[in-house]
């Protein structure tokens, strides 16, 4: 009876030191899974998005020859502008739309799901349209504050550009739908151009779908085309250099490196030759690859809306064919935010222009003084000299 009990104490060891090995080994691979995973392929300083040595490897050997997101049911209908509000295009309705409904799994075909364009544009416009924001007074609108959807936004509804939001509840609504950040990406370098077409692909953090991003730039007198015959995309209309007013914002969607643009008439289509007579032979001597980008002049300009732009005009500096500072804007959305602490006010002036709003905050509810103060871009001198609704007398 001892020994019958000793040969089965003797498998139970034997089984349970097994199943220990098992369960260090699974440890040991699974810390070993995650280390690799942990490690970001891209870094983040002052807001700049720079890739890491082992996000260039990964990249220079992964990144397919093309990608084009704009086929996905995320990516919002060409939007054909009425007045001069490409920034808010770009940053709103692109951009906000894209990114949120991507990573909610929503699609972007319905103005519903859309974010607005007037709502930022007549903040900033001066009460008529004479002028408008940048987009990156845009997305610090959108960060601090919020957007409404087009289809709750009256402006976008009517196209009008002095009519701002009204409501409180409206403006709850709104400050649900933020931007967590927005980041840079320079574009000056071979290394520039690729972390530009790695967030492209797939925001580099290895999602299904790519990024998109947004810049300014005019079309330099003789700087578009169109693609050569027998090329890829042929056809297709092609920005080659970039003007010295960057008035204009466009959003990029995907790129392809084997488009092709002859820029010294030797009729090849080369990487090799030193076209600008630096002495250095890199992405802004390449007479291939380009950039697709989204316009805002409607779904039939230059047959779909979208055109292209070829790398070394997005590697060039500025005023000497590139785009503005040779970099681009992205952003991340605030996914599921929802306010802490809001204020309804009610508000009647007859000139908006003239009025700024600030909050005293304090912790203690009862205090009749305040800890922090706290402004807004919003109600902040803007709007022009208007009622607070943007007409001419109260309504």
């Known amino acids: 009876m001892c020994k019958i009990i000793n040969i089965q104490l003797k498998k139970v060891l034997y ?152 409501g409180y509840d409206n403006y709850y609504q709104t400050m649900h739908n933020r931007i967590s950040d927005y980041y840079l990406i320079k574009t000056n370098s071979d290394e520039g151009i690729l972390t530009l077409k790695s967030w492209v692909y797939d925001h580099i953090e290895g999602d299904d779908y790519g990024g998109t991003a947004t810049f300014l730039a005019n079309i330099a007198t003789g700087g578009s085309s169109y693609l050569p015959d027998g090329t890829p995309h042929e056809g297709a209309y092609v920005i080659t250099m970039c003007g010295n007013d960057a008035l204009h914002a466009r959003t990029i969607v995907g790129f392809d490196d084997n488009i092709c643009f002859d820029y010294n008439n030797d009729e090849q289509y080369t990487t090799d030759i030193d076209l600008n007579g630096d002495d250095i032979i890199d992405i802004r001597d390449s007479e291939k690859g380009g950039f697709k980008l989204a316009e805002s002049y409607g779904p039939t300009w230059q047959g779909e809306g979208y055109c292209w732009l070829m790398y070394r005009a997005v590697a060039e500096a500025y005023k000497e064919g590139g785009i503005l500072n040779s970099n681009v804007h992205v952003l991340k959305p605030a996914i599921n935010y929802s306010p802490h602490l809001t204020a309804r006010l009610k508000i009647t002036y007859p000139s908006r222009i003239n009025l700024k709003v600030k909050l005293g905050i304090s912790g203690d509810t009862v205090s009749q003084t305040y800890e922090y103060i706290q402004d807004f871009p919003f109600l902040n001198f803007q709007g022009g000299d208007l009622y607070m609704l943007g007409g001419s007398e109260e309504s």
């Open 15 to 166: 089984c349970t030191k097994k199943c220990m090995i098992r369960i260090i080994l699974c440890v040991l691979l699974c810390g070993y899974y995650f280390s690799l995973f942990s490690q970001s392929d891209y870094e983040i300083e002052n807001n700049i998005i720079f890739l890491t040595e082992d996000g260039k490897e990964y990249y220079e050997k992964t990144l397919p020859d093309s990608y084009d997101l704009s086929g996905s049911e995320h990516w919002p209908p060409i939007y054909k502008q009425t007045h001069w509000v490409c920034n808010q295009v770009a940053a709103s309705y692109y951009m906000m739309s894209y990114e949120t409904n991507l990573i909610k799994n929503i699609s972007s075909q319905s103005d519903a799901n859309c974010f607005s364009v007037y709502f930022p544009w007549n903040i900033g416009n001066g009460g008529h349209g004479w002028f408008g924001d940048n987009y990156i007074i845009t997305m610090e609108l959108i960060k601090k504050l919020g957007v409404p959807k087009m289809v709750d936004n009256l402006a976008d509804i009517y196209r009008d550009s002095s009519l701002w939001l009204d």
